[in-house]
């Protein structure tokens, strides 16, 4: 059974920082991109960054880019996702997705909350 597990969320104040793991388990991690993505009250899902599979490639949406990053570890089955500079405009939940070859189906974490604020 494949898993996908997001943590490190919460309430931040605006400038602060969060890092975001998701921890996968029930498939073979190193045949996955890996991405994470975030959904905020009334909007669609978005793209925030992208890793391919041996993390030689990142995407990142423009508007977190130099602000976030995105780094995975094969070893231990894990993606990160390190966000600086938060902007209360970050507030949303954030998933964690696994995308594997075009025969296999993707896979979603639960999300995690992420609320910036003072």
């Known amino acids: 059974q494949v898993q996908l597990v997001e943590s490190g969320g919460g309430l931040v104040q605006p400038g602060g920082s969060l890092r975001l793991s998701c921890a996968a388990s029930g498939l073979t991690f190193s045949n996955y991109a890996m991405g994470w993505y975030r959904q905020a009250p009334g909007k669609e899902r978005e793209l925030v960054a992208a890793i391919t599979r041996a993390g030689g490639t990142f995407t990142y949406a423009n508007f977190v880019k130099g602000r976030f990053t995105i780094s995975r570890d094969n070893v231990k089955n894990m993606v990160y996702l390190q966000m600086n500079s938060l902007k209360p405009d970050d507030t949303a939940v954030y998933y964690c997705?696994?995308?594997?070859?075009?025969?296999?189906?993707?896979?979603w974490g639960q999300g995690i909350q992420v609320t910036v604020s003072s």
């Open positions: 997705k696994a995308t594997g070859p075009t025969w296999a189906p993707d896979y």
